[in-house]
């Protein structure tokens, strides 16, 4: 869109997952440019929007002073590499999650307080479509992860019962068995890893239970004193 309406010669766009970290889209125009950014080169650049603060970056004039010189030097570098004048981020100051990098004009004018306004309002609505896809994501996880947890307390559940009958058959064995015997160790012995894997179902059907998180008021002085 900016290359073709506002005659813009380069643009870089790079978008991270903000689960994962990592980075889930690039793109540059044209296709041809070299050379292209890499995730750590991407990382550099959200790191530094990340630490200044800052939701844009003038690339036109050297800054007055520096910032966290190795963060805010390799980030104006890489950007220079590929011809960018101006950065944007992409997401809310609290959680960056890309970057948008734009060129100079392909006729080599400068830049309008109107271009720039034009270019912040693409800026805001390509994040909050951002941030309107990460919560469709964030929910549809948390079906999943609800739907695993169902199915595996029911095949927790199935299994326990399976082991009811064997440990009781194991118990009721076990009176007859001679008393210092290789059938008796050998009968203490299944008892024993029957028992463990009745732990681990236990564990299984508690961790199934608890897979969602549930979020609840608490006081933070009790969490302290309980510290």
């Known amino acids: 869109m900016l ?13 991270f997952d903000s689960r994962t970290g990592t980075r889930q889209f690039n793109a540059t125009r044209p296709l041809q440019l070299s050379p ?7 990382n550099v650049v959200c790191d ?15 800054p007055i002073y520096e910032f966290a010189k190795g963060a805010s030097s390799e980030a104006r570098s890489l950007l220079r ?6 950065a944007f981020a992409l997401g809310s100051r ?23 306004e034009l270019m912040m309002g693409l800026v805001r609505q390509l994040s909050q479509a951002l941030d309107r896809l990460a919560l469709v994501e964030r929910s549809q996880f948390a079906e999943k992860m609800e739907l695993m947890a169902v199915m595996s307390r029911g095949l927790a559940h199935d299994l326990n019962n399976c082991i009811t009958p064997v440990m009781t058959y194991l118990q009721l064995l076990g009176m ?6 290789g059938e008796e160790q050998l009968h203490q012995t299944a008892i024993e890893k029957m028992e463990v894997m009745r732990r681990y179902i236990s564990e299984a059907i508690f961790f199934a239970q608890t897979l969602t998180p549930k979020y609840s008021r608490t006081g933070l002085a009790g969490i302290v004193e309980a510290a």
């Open 3 to 15: 290359t073709t309406s506002m005659r813009i010669s380069t643009a870089h766009v790079s978008v």
């Open 36 to 42: 292209q950014m890499s995730e750590r080169a991407d």
């Open 48 to 62: 530094y929007f990340r630490q200044s603060g800052h939701q844009s970056l003038d690339l036109r004039n050297k």
């Open 81 to 86: 590499s590929m011809g960018t004048e101006y």
């Open 94 to 116: 609290e959680a960056v999650i890309g970057y948008l990098a734009v060129g100079s004009k392909e006729a080599g004018t400068p830049f309008t307080l109107l271009d720039i």
């Open 176 to 181: 007859q068995a001679t008393r210092d015997s």
